[in-house]
Structures are given as structure tokens and as C-alpha cells.
């Protein structure tokens, strides 16, 4: 690993400000807060920087500004496009002791938490009060909100509740001149002018660092159920997603391929859910609000069996059951990691999933036809998820190119749908050469005019997302 060392100058004033235990250079660290979940690239950040309050951080930032440092504001660090990683001698400015959680607000049903509060403790604070926060995915555990906003996370039930953008009532931020700027303060209505807090949901880092959250909450689901129905083909999943959002009160709707429930089973050595195997499984979530919404659903799976698009189905019957039936979906990103996966994260608008999952399985067929391709996602969204395993003894960086080349195909299906090559995992460094596919040379210049309003002197995560 390259050690790149902090400039003499601000090494010394940072190390009077942080002291040594929180201004970090040895390489253990620099490794660990240097990269995020992506595997792609080397870490090589030159300090990692562990201020404890806004105070702290707004003086970092002058620094910075002053010695023209760079710093890549870091969160939990599970990211799956780059954004996080530090690989040119960057200052790390970790988040994760600027991290309270403030009480719950009842009659607001908001809480108001520091960027560094892990997402499951924001959750379960809201659960004691009996409300929910309601944005969750598998990496909720060590994910941290500050991240989940920079990047909008989406996740497992964003067919129900929203993407991260969709909770955010009030943000404050560092900008790229040190000027914290108080955007919304949690408010229902404000319509005076621009929204600079949207401009910061899912700005990967560019503009400036998120210190504070305020979120809205709201109530959790009644008696969630758990269907996982086996499914012989995509364009059936599709009918089925529109049968079930006919009749039932969807909380998600999910999918994942033979070979995906392979990996996962074997990996925790596990039973399949179902008795036979099928190319396709559906996993549906439900709230079973009535007597009637269990039988509901029964008659809708008969319907869909009965019309030769469904092949068999299990509901769970328990809570534990519910949850196990989750795992078989949300534990294929961590079970695949140890195959290096290239990852596609692609969308189109629902109704032309179809038309998205014909295309991709075209070129996967025509490019990859001796490649492990996993398949999953949250289709009920028009959100897929396509890994490409890579093969032992192939190098990670002939693989990479290899798939790089068919991404090119890959993103020219997806711009002929008008649809997006970064669903919820955001641009970062893995993207970016292929951002033209989904927005126009002008929508990135003016991203590169906004960047220069709030951080002119580009300090913050230089190299993510544009080129500057
Ligand atoms: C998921 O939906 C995550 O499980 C990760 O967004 C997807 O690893 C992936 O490709
Ligand atoms: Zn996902």
C-alpha cells in the first residue's frame, strides 16, 4: 500500500486539535478507514480523522481549505460504488463518534440524530416509542445515517416506504468553506425557494459532509407475512408483482435466482423453501391488516398457480419463519462477496422491468455464457441487481476489464429505456466513466457549477462521481 504522509503543516495543527488518538496514520487504519464494501480499488489515504463534535469538524475543514488537503468524509463504509474510498493521499473524516441520538419527538413523530448514529440503533430508538424508521436493508447494522443519505439508500422495502430522500425533514452541513448550513430544520412545510437539502441527499460526498439528520417516523406494519412463491420465468414475475399489487398491501416485493438461493443455502447450510427448484423465486411481504388478508393472499398465489405463473409457494407462519424466508434474500450480497462479484445496480420504471430483464438476460447470455451471473433485487421497483462472480484464478483486475466491456452494452440497454446504471448504490469511482449513460454532458456540467457553489475549492471527495 502506498503511505502517502499529511502535509507537515496541517499534520501538526491537526494533531493539536485531535490529539493522537484521533488523528490516525498507521497503516492498520489507513486500510480500514481507507476503503468501503467495494474491492476494486487500494486504499491509500494519507491520516484518518476522528473529530468528536461539529465544532471540530468545521475547524478540520479549514484546515483543509487553507493547504488545499482533500478529505473524503467517511460514514459506516458500506458502500458498493467507491464512494468512500480514499485512494490519493485524502484525509479521512470519519463520522462515527459525532453520534447521538437525540429522543424521539411523539407528537412531531421525528427523531433527530448525529450523522455518525448507526441506521438499526435509529431504528430500534423509534421502535420503543412504537414508531418505525422505515428505510432497511441488510447492511442497517453497521451502516451509518450520514452515508445512507449522502447515498439515498433504498433497500428491502422501498416499494412501500420511499427511498432515505423521502425521510429527511432537516440536515445540517459542513460545506467545502467550513460554513455549516442548516437546511429545512425538520420542517412539513417550507416553501421558500430552492431545497439545498435535496442537493445534498445522495450528493456522494461532493459538496460537503452531513452532520445532523432530522427524520420523520411513522408507524410499523400490521402482522407482516412472508410469501416466497417459485416462479419459471421473469415475464412471469412480472404478472405476479402486478397481481399481488392488485389485491394485497404490499410492504415489498423482491426476487432472486436459482443460483443465488444456491450460494445462500449452502453458505449457512440451510433448506431451500420450497420442495422443488425453480429459476425464479418471489418474495413477498404483506401486511395482513384483517382475518381476510391471509386468505387474500392464499387465493391470489392459487390464481397465479392456476394461470401456470407460479410453481409452488410457502407463507410463513411465525415470526422466526418470516425472518428466515428475509435471509434467503438478504444475505446474498454478503454470502457472494467472496467471489469478488462485478456488480450491476440498474433500473427502469416498473413497467418496463419486462422489457429491462429480457434485454439483460440477451447480452448476459451472448457475453458471460461461462460466468456465474446472480441475479436478485428489488423488481417490485424496477430495481435489478446483477452480479458476475469472478472465477478462481482470473485476476481482479482482468476481470473488472472483462466485465467493463460488456457494462458499456449493459448501460447503452439501459439508456434505450431511459433507466438508470446506478439504481441505489450511487456513482462513486465505479461508475463514473459509464455516468454519461444516464445523464446528459449538460446535467454534468451543472453538477460540476453546483460543486463549486458549495465547495470552491474542491476539498470534499475529489475524483467521485465527475471528474472535476
Ligand atoms: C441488496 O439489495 C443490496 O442486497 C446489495 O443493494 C446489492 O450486492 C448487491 O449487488
Ligand atoms: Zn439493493
Not at 71 to 76: C, K, N, R
Not at 108 to 118: D, H, L, P, Q
Not at 210 to 219: G, K, W
Request: with cysteine; charged share 20%; hydrophobic share 40%.
Amino acid at each position: 500500500m502506498n503511505l502517502a504522509k499529511p502535509p507537515q503543516a496541517i499534520a501538526a495543527a491537526l494533531s493539536a486539535l485531535l490529539g493522537r488518538e484521533r488523528f490516525l496514520t498507521d497503516s492498520q487504519s489507513l486500510q480500514h478507514y481507507g476503503r468501503d464494501w467495494t474491492r476494486f480499488a487500494a486504499p491509500a489515504p494519507s491520516g484518518v480523522l476522528l473529530p468528536n463534535t461539529i465544532g471540530e469538524i468545521q475547524a478540520i475543514v479549514g484546515l483543509a481549505r487553507q493547504n488545499g488537503v482533500k478529505l473524503v468524509p467517511s460514514g459506516g463504509r458500506t458502500g458498493l460504488s467507491g464512494g468512500a474510498m480514499a485512494t490519493n493521499g485524502e484525509l479521512v473524516l470519519s463520522l462515527e463518534r459525532v453520534r447521538k441520538i437525540s429522543p424521539v419527538n411523539q407528537a412531531g413523530r421525528s427523531v433527530t440524530c448525529e450523522a455518525g448514529a448507526i441506521t438499526a440503533q435509529i431504528q430500534q430508538a423509534a421502535a420503543k416509542e412504537g414508531l418505525m424508521y422505515p428505510v432497511d436493508f441488510a447492511s442497517s447494522g453497521s451502516s451509518q445515517i450520514g452515508g445512507n443519505i449522502a447515498t439515498n439508500a433504498g433497500g428491502i422495502q422501498v416499494i412501500r416506504y420511499g427511498m432515505t430522500r423521502d425521510w429527511v425533514t432537516g440536515l445540517k452541513v459542513v460545506t467545502g468553506t467550513g460554513e455549516l448550513l442548516e437546511l429545512n430544520q425538520g420542517l412539513i412545510k417550507n416553501n421558500t425557494g430552492l431545497d439545498f437539502r435535496h442537493l445534498f441527499i445522495g450528493s456522494e460526498g461532493i459538496l460537503g459532509v452531513i452532520v445532523e439528520a432530522t427524520l420523520a417516523l411513522t408507524d410499523p406494519p400490521r402482522n407482516p407475512r412472508v410469501m416466497v412463491l417459485g416462479v419459471r420465468s421473469m415475464a412471469a414475475l412480472m404478472q405476479v408483482l402486478a397481481s399481488c399489487q392488485a389485491q394485497l398491501s404490499i410492504l415489498a416485493f423482491e426476487f432472486f435466482s436459482d443460483l443465488a438461493l444456491e450460494k445462500v443455502t449452502a453458505e449457512h447450510s440451510i433448506q431451500p423453501p420450497l420442495q422443488e427448484r425453480y429459476p425464479f423465486y418471489a418474495l413477498v411481504e404483506f401486511e395482513s391488516t384483517s382475518a381476510t388478508a391471509e386468505t387474500r393472499a392464499l387465493e391470489v398465489v392459487e390464481a397465479c398457480i392456476a394461470k401456470g405463473w407460479v410453481a409452488d409457494a410457502v407463507l410463513s407462519q411465525s415470526e422466526s419463519q418470516r425472518r428466515s424466508l428475509w435471509r434467503l434474500r438478504e444475505d446474498i450480497s454478503e454470502t457472494i462477496a467472496q467471489w469478488t462479484p462485478y456488480k450491476n445496480d440498474i433500473s427502469t420504471t416498473v413497467q418496463q422491468a419486462p422489457e429491462l430483464l429480457r434485454s439483460v438476460d440477451a447480452l448476459v447470455s451472448q457475453h458471460y455464457p461461462d460466468l456465474e451471473v446472480v441475479w436478485y433485487g428489488h423488481i417490485g421497483d424496477g430495481n435489478l441487481h446483477l452480479n458476475i462472480l469472478k472465477p478462481d484464478g482470473v485476476s481482479v483486475g482482468d476481470f473488472q476489464d472483462r466485465c467493463k466491456g460488456v457494462s458499456a452494452h449493459l448501460f447503452a440497454a439501459v439508456q434505450e429505456l431511459r433507466g438508470s446504471i446506478s439504481a441505489e448504490h450511487g456513482v462513486g469511482l465505479l461508475k463514473k466513466e459509464f455516468l454519461r449513460f444516464s445523464r446528459t454532458e449538460s446535467e454534468i456540467e451543472l453538477m460540476r457549477g453546483i460543486k463549486a457553489q458549495f465547495d470552491p475549492d474542491g476539498i470534499f471527495n475529489p475524483g467521485k462521481v465527475f471528474d472535476p
